[in-house]
């Protein structure tokens, strides 16, 4: 099995940044994407932002220049820098696997204040 850690959410400023920690324990060395998705109210749940084992990363367009994800083997980090409301959300970290797994963290909680 997959555990999943998250830290780092909190109150942001406006244009201050942030940064999200998702740590994996237990069978990660099969995992290949790491990832962010949020939820915000109102909204259904959207990716982020994404980094494959080899380092290849994907941004929703909303965030491109402004959020961005990296990776070593374990954990991989999301530092967002924020300027717009819309950005509050929980956000979840979200591990994958070739064999089928498919893991949600628990979310952790960031708003932004303007």
């Known amino acids: 099995q997959v555990q999943l850690t998250e830290s780092g959410g909190g109150l942001v400023q406006a244009g201050g940044s942030l940064r999200l920690s998702c740590a994996a324990s237990?069978?990660?060395?099969?995992?290949?994407?790491m990832g962010w998705y949020r939820h915000a109210p109102g909204n259904k749940r959207e990716l982020v932002a994404k980094v494959t084992a080899s380092g290849f990363t994907t941004y929703a367009d909303s965030v491109k220049g402004r959020f961005f994800i990296s990776r070593a083997k374990n954990p991989a980090f999301l530092q967002i820098t924020s300027r717009h409301a819309e950005n509050t959300a929980v956000y979840y970290c979200?591990?994958?696997?070739?064999?089928?797994?498919?893991?949600w963290g628990q979310g952790t909680k960031v708003t932004v204040s303007s």
């Open positions: 979200n591990v994958q696997a070739a064999w089928g797994l498919d893991k």
């Open positions: 237990g069978s990660i060395l099969t995992i290949s994407d």
